[in-house]
């Protein structure tokens, strides 16, 4: 791997360092959205640069970069995409300061991140084997792995119109709830509200209705990866989800995290999948002889309003997914399904093998039977009203360092409703 080293000064423990320069979508007060790479403590503004002429085609660039989303220049292909941030990279790593950089640069810090993408679809997927095992345990004590689990990435359509980025609060829902032991349901707020510590990837490329993408094809159709925290209301979901799967319980609130990290950023933490038995149906097999996985550390804080506040409450890591990004996309077009750029499919919570790396509080908690504590003083068993969930991401080797930054979210109380 090449080293990079750049005029700019660059925390040697910033998420956003030359090697993995993830896009996004800021404003710095004055209202005017516009693209983004992150650096440091910095942001490239891809506007400015493309009017100074970083580009070339300088008129095409600053509108494509003056738009409050990414899906333009995410739907120019990887080729463009991947132009765009190597010119970046080469500007940020010139022998000395350019000229402009003063006026290409913006404080991080100052800056508002707005939602990356118009998420056009979302689809969340369940492909974590410990997760899926866990929730079968509790909603399914006798059955825990349902007989399609290991021959198919299950998943279902989300809802896309709530899919909002870090820093939004989330209220409360209410819903249809059925009181321990009894039979019919109330209507009350969530008291079972829960986060799902997940990643995602966007479409980048289209595919045609009708033709399914290959599972050798399937990365061409990734441009990057962002954190995301799937919120759920347990008590919610488990009335509902049958037969027809998850509904209400889920679609109250999806966050993403702002800054969208390239797949070509994450090559060096590829590492092989766990093994799958029984052998996947042969679209579902892999034929590159190349990790499908990637190698993330995950980490989930819950911060209450106290001193002391915020603990980590969960370390997990994105290698542990048994069904891959590839075999999620190609399932999903086998039938002729097509994406589109801009979409975003998410991968299900994903949850390591012991207790810690859980990355649910329905898991964490074991359905509510065991509290976890907190630095303040207090426990959950799920959240509550005013509480602050916030996932971190990073990969490392070899002195390299490609973060995700982290999404966050705010629990509000219920809407207050007249009964
Ligand atoms: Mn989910």
């Known amino acids: ?3 990079f080293t750049s005029w700019l000064p660059i925390p040697a423990d910033s998420d956003f360092s030359l090697y993995n320069l993830p896009f996004g979508i800021f404003h710095t007060g004055d209202g005017k959205a516009r693209a983004g790479i992150a650096i440091g403590d910095h942001i490239v503004d891809l ?19 003056g738009q409050n989303t990414l899906n333009d220049f995410i739907a120019l292909g990887k080729p463009v995409t991947s132009r765009i941030r190597r010119k970046v990279q080469d500007w940020l790593t010139r022998a000395e300061a350019p000229e402009n950089a003063a006026r290409l640069l913006a404080d991080r810090h100052q800056a508002t991140m707005l939602l990356p993408v118009r998420v ?3 689809t969340d997927f369940y492909s974590s084997i410990e997760h899926a ?34 820093g939004t ?8 709830i059925v009181p321990k032991g009894q039979e019919s349901p109330v209507f009350a707020p969530s008291r079972q509200l829960d986060f799902e510590l997940e990643m995602a990837f966007v479409i980048g490329k289209d595919s045609a209705l009708g033709e399914p993408v290959s599972i050798d094809k399937a990365e061409d159709h990734i441009f990057g990866l962002a954190l995301f925290n799937d919120w759920s209301a347990r008590d919610i979901q488990r ?31 590829r590492v092989k999948s766990p093994k799958q038995i029984p052998a996947p149906l042969s679209y579902l097999q892999h034929t590159a002889r190349i990790g499908q996985n990637y190698d993330i550390s995950l980490e989930v804080s819950v ?5 002391n506040g915020e603990t980590v409450i969960s370390r997990s890591n994105t290698k542990y997914l048994y ?23 998410a991968s299900g919570t994903i949850s390591g093998p012991q207790a810690g790396s859980y990355g649910s509080m329905l898991e964490l908690s074991w359905g509510g039977q065991r509290p976890v504590e907190l630095n303040d003083g207090s426990s959950r068993t799920f959240l509550a009203d005013g509480d602050t969930v916030t996932m971190r991401a990073v990969a490392e080797r070899g002195g390299i360092r490609v973060g995700f930054g982290e999404v966050s979210g705010m629990i509000l109380p219920p809407f207050e409703l007249q009964q």
């Not at 086998?334 to 801009?342: D, I, P, R």
């Open 239 to 269: 009335w509902e989800y049958v037969p027809l799967g998850p509904f209400l319980g889920k679609n109250f609130g999806s966050s993403m995290s702002p800054w969208i990290v390239p797949l070509e950023a994450l090559k060096p933490f």
């Open 169 to 176: 609060p989330i209220r409360r829902p209410w819903g249809q």
């Open 47 to 65: 506007a400015t640069a493309a009017d100074a002429g970083l580009f070339g085609k300088r008129r095409f660039f600053k509108k494509i970069f």
């Open 303 to 307: 911060k209450t309003g106290k001193i």
């Open 1 to 3: 791997m090449q080293t």
């Open 133 to 166: 095992t866990n929730v079968g345990k509790m909603f399914r004590p006798d059955n825990p792995l349902l007989p399609n689990w290991r021959w198919l990435p299950v998943g279902y359509h989300g809802r896309a119109s709530s899919v909002v980025v870090s």
């Open 120 to 122: 056009g679809n979302y």
């Open 323 to 345: 069904w891959s990004m590839a075999q999620q996309l190609a399932h999903h077009t086998v039938n002729g399904c097509n994406v589109c750029a801009g979409d975003l499919m």
